[in-house]
């Protein structure tokens, strides 16, 4: 390997006066393609047709923000009042981007592929039980019916009318959602059934959503880091956690 290998790439060629992505001069993008389109651009090679395009957006659109009550935005506020920049806070909010919260549709395009391939939604619902209590994709703690479930659901089908995309993710999730009536489709599998029907694998379905909320994150970060308020904490300082008692963290019988 030459030391010009040891970092190459085929996203970007950068030189003296040369900034090219996939092989496009910046200065040829600027103006004339969408932030949303420069991201498919980035990760699939291409630009995205009209139609692709739309239906990225309305994905990343719907995804922005959950208020302060959702662990990624209540970090990076908290990470604002305590001296960093917003950088770190965005960083912060980020981080907690995990399996649990912000890694459902990821896991749902998981799902929806294997049925897909299955046309068997109750089979795949059945092992996805056997190793999971949890449906990735489905149910809401606070929306009885999560109400970006039906504008996403509705572009996707338009999109399937119009060639865009096959509709096969669509049908995959709605065969899963009538195994699972009366529990609704949430933003996850709304979402992840566009990730899907515009063929990002399923990682990218976790880093699609990251971009997503981190323009939430910003802008909660940013309204915190204005407050004049400092190292503030999940509860007000009227709040105390209760007191459980050291016998809670006392070694049990067979611990080690």
């Known amino acids: ?66 208020g302060p009550q959702a662990p990624s935005i209540a970090a990076a506020r908290m990470a604002a009042t305590c001296g960093v920049g917003l950088n770190t806070a965005i960083a912060t909010g980020a981080g907690m981007l995990g399996d649990v919260h912000g890694g459902a549709g990821e896991q749902c395009v998981e799902l929806l592929t294997q049925i897909a391939e299955t046309g068997d939604a109750r089979g795949v619902l059945a092992r996805w039980r056997a190793r999971s209590k949890y ?45 699972l009536a009366p529990v609704p489709m949430n933003i996850d599998g709304a979402t992840a059934v566009i990730y899907a029907e515009l063929g990002f694998p399923a990682p990218l379905a976790r880093g699609l959503f990251v971009l997503s909320r981190s323009v939430g994150i910003l802008a909660h970060a940013w309204e915190e880091s204005r407050s004049g308020l400092r190292n503030k904490g999940p509860m007000p300082p009227s709040i105390l956690p209760a007191y459980l008692g050291p016998h809670d963290s006392a070694p049990r019988s067979g611990d080690h």
């Open 1 to 66: 390997m030459t030391p010009e290998q040891w970092w190459g790439t085929a996203i970007s060629r950068i030189e003296p006066g040369v900034i090219e992505l996939r092989g496009r001069p910046v200065q040829d993008l600027i103006g004339s393609a969408s932030f949303v389109s420069v991201i498919w651009l980035m990760l699939r090679g291409s630009l995205p047709s009209p139609g692709q395009a739309a239906l990225l957006e309305a994905a990343l659109v719907a995804a922005v923000d959950h």
């Open 135 to 179: 449906i990735p994709g489905f149910g809401h703690r606070f929306h009885p019916v999560d109400p970006r479930r039906d504008p996403l659901l509705s572009l996707v089908a338009a999109a399937e009318r119009d060639g865009v995309v096959t509709g096969e993710y669509l049908r995959a999730a709605l065969a899963l959602e009538a195994e």
